[in-house]
């Protein structure tokens, strides 16, 4: 999963779990059902507005809460290909990695740097976000090599299960 | 090299002979803590590793807490998705639905324990850095490979020391002091770290769960509390295993040293809705509240509802004002009922649940409806925890919350002391 493609949709500092997932969805036994009501709470017309394809690009303290890893999992569901955050949570961090969706830790970034809709390309060998909208290129601090090979497995599942049947 | 408390558990977890923060390392766990995700995406993903057995069915705690009893078909098939992996993998210790909430009923059984390596399906796992362990929450597909593996891959921390001076004074608990914190350091301010608490022993262990249950709301990954006689009783009276306590070096690094003198700790009060949004308590009193909340994995033990039980006694709660009581676990209801606690409760008009953490969660027996204003011992007040997106929580101490009760707006517990 080196060039990841995908348009900017823009989300503020601090968005918890709860936002994502609000704790009536958690007993959802259909997880399309759930990501219906992704940030129902604070951007109702949320599931609307996002494309498959999107890359959510955050503020700080992305994640922040529970452990519920649904609150990465909707995003899997409704096809956003990356979050870039200020900082992420502990736990959604991993819990990101894990299920095979790349976050990327941009300690700073402002509307100059990315506004709603920019068409961005991220290099995660590189660690260069280029948004050709706005015609500039953003480093970053890549990802620990053995965290890029989960995603380019797709995530952690399908890792281990290759390591377990051989 | 000196090492802090994380760094000498990790590296006597891992197989190497030297560590130090950034690195990153792969762990022997201890035990690992699973509830309802389990039959929510655990299950669903484990599956897909196509293997029949977990690494080690004696090392898996299992409880249900979230919703129990059911309160609706969809938790109730949650359970059986539960109970049915349980029992596929001959889970050892497959606690049930009656004994409590899960980060209390773990440690009065004596599963933590000074030196070990906890994980679990929760991001309060923290919980049991109290008992002088590590111990941190983790999602539905790490508990999948540490279910596989019996291992997984941590970030070693770098520490923060939090040392207390003094003692606290009368009606102010150790709520009012991790709320402090948390309003100090911020919601982001501990990402990633671990907090190691020093000047420990004038705070019972019940208080200590408190601060270590919810240092995660400053984003912490570990809050280990340091070893004292306390603790050794506490734990030698519940668990017959053997354990070494776990001491830093006088010479360990801290990224940062913050020192709290206990006795200027006021009732602290984190508004709307952030738990990072902590006042004093001047700055909040009078507002009026529909519902005060006593229970969850933060605030439901012993000393929690016994100073409730000490304001209310005598006394009623506001007619307009709803007060729920949740023990944290069947032995402390046990407990509160031998005491005559739940006499006072009761009689005072508060109505007292089973153990769950039902209302924290606005699962059931207690949730919030349209612009409604709670009171609540609990750990997060985000849009829409408890009920309603329209719905308010504040969060406080036990004794905060249940002053508020009998008045009906929020009150400072040293008044009705």
């Given at each position: 999963m080196d060039e990841l493609n995908g348009f900017a949709?823009?989300?503020?500092?601090?968005?918890?779990?709860?936002?994502?997932?609000?704790?009536?969805?958690?007993?959802?036994?259909?997880?399309?059902?759930?990501?219906?009501?992704?940030?129902?709470f604070i951007d109702p017309q949320f599931v609307k507005k996002i494309d498959k394809g999107n890359i959510i690009v955050a503020g700080e303290?992305?994640?922040?809460g529970s452990s519920r890893e649904e609150a990465v999992n909707v995003f899997k569901i409704l096809g956003v290909k990356a979050i870039?955050?200020?900082?992420?949570?502990?736990?959604?961090?991993?819990?990101?990695?894990?299920?095979?969706?790349?976050?990327?830790?941009?300690?700073?970034?402002?509307?100059?740097?990315?506004?709603k809709g920019d068409n961005l390309e991220i290099s995660l060998d590189n660690g260069v976000i280029f948004n050709k909208t706005k015609n500039i290129k953003v480093e970053f601090?890549?990802?620990?090599?053995?965290?890029?090979?989960?995603?380019?497995?797709?995530?952690?599942?399908?890792?281990?299960?290759?390591?377990?049947?051989? | 090299m000196s090492k802090t408390v994380a760094e000498k558990i990790l590296l006597e977890h891992s197989d190497l002979k030297e560590i130090s923060p950034g690195q990153f390392v792969e762990c022997d766990i201890d035990l690992i803590m699973v509830?309802?995700?389990l039959g929510g995406r655990i299950h669903k993903e484990y599956e897909k590793l196509g293997i029949d057995y977990v690494w080690n069915p004696n090392k898996i705690f299992f409880i249900l807490d979230h919703w129990v009893p059911a309160p609706t078909i969809s938790a109730a098939q949650m359970h059986q998705?539960?109970?049915?992996?349980?029992?596929?993998?001959?889970?050892?210790?497959?606690?049930?639905?009656d004994k409590g909430i899960c980060h209390q009923v773990l440690p009065e059984m004596g599963f933590s324990r000074p030196g070990m390596l906890i994980v679990g399906s929760d991001s309060h796992t923290t919980t049991y850095g109290a008992f002088n362990c590590l111990s941190t929450g983790i999602g539905a597909t790490d508990v999948s490979v540490v279910f596989a593996t019996g291992k997984l891959w941590f970030k070693v921390p770098e520490s923060f020391k939090i040392n207390f001076v003094g003692e606290l004074n009368k009606g102010i608990m150790s709520k009012d002091i991790i709320l402090k914190i948390i309003g100090d350091i911020t919601t982001k301010g501990a990402i990633y770290k671990s907090l190691e608490f020093h000047g420990i022993e004038s705070l019972s262990i019940d208080g200590r769960m408190t601060i270590s249950n919810m240092v995660v709301e400053a984003g912490a990954k570990f809050g280990v509390f340091l070893s004292d006689n306390k603790l050794e009783n506490w734990i030698q009276k519940r668990s017959k295993e053997e354990y070494n306590v776990i001491h830093p070096d006088k010479e360990a690094i801290y990224e940062k040293t913050l020192e709290y003198n206990l006795s200027e700790i006021s009732p602290m009060v984190a508004k709307p809705s952030s738990p990072g949004n902590a006042d004093e308590i001047e700055n909040v009193e009078g507002i009026e509240i529909d519902q005060a909340f006593l229970g969850s994995c933060t605030n439901g033990r012993i000393e929690d509802l016994r100073i409730a039980a000490k304001i209310l006694k005598g006394k009623s709660i506001n007619p307009k004002t709803r007060?729920?009581?949740t023990p944290a676990s069947k032995e402390v209801y046990i407990t509160a009922m031998k005491e005559g606690l739940l006499d006072i409760f009761i009689n005072a008009g508060a109505v007292v649940t089973h153990s769950t953490c039902g209302a924290c969660i606005g699962g059931h027996m207690g949730v919030l409806g349209e612009g409604e204003v709670c009171i609540s011992s609990t750990n997060r007040n985000f849009v829409g925890r408890m009920g309603a997106a329209s719905s308010q929580v504040y969060?406080?101490?036990?004794?905060t919350v249940t002053a508020s009760a009998i008045y009906g707006k929020i009150t400072d517990p040293r008044e009705v002391l």
């Open positions: 949709y823009i989300l503020g500092d601090d968005i918890n779990t709860d936002d994502i997932v609000p704790s009536h969805t958690l007993t959802m036994r259909d997880p399309h059902e759930m990501a219906k009501c992704t940030l129902e303290n992305f994640g922040t870039i955050a200020k900082s992420f949570a502990r736990i959604y961090f991993r819990n990101l990695i894990n299920v095979g969706i790349p976050g990327i830790t941009l300690t700073e970034w402002n509307e100059n740097t990315f506004s601090t890549k990802l620990p090599e053995f965290l890029t090979k989960i995603l380019n497995e797709g995530g952690i599942i399908n890792q281990l299960k290759k390591i377990l049947s051989k | 509830h309802e995700q998705d539960c109970r049915a992996f349980a029992e596929k993998y001959n889970f050892i210790h497959n606690i049930g639905m007060f729920i009581i969060l406080a101490s036990p004794a």
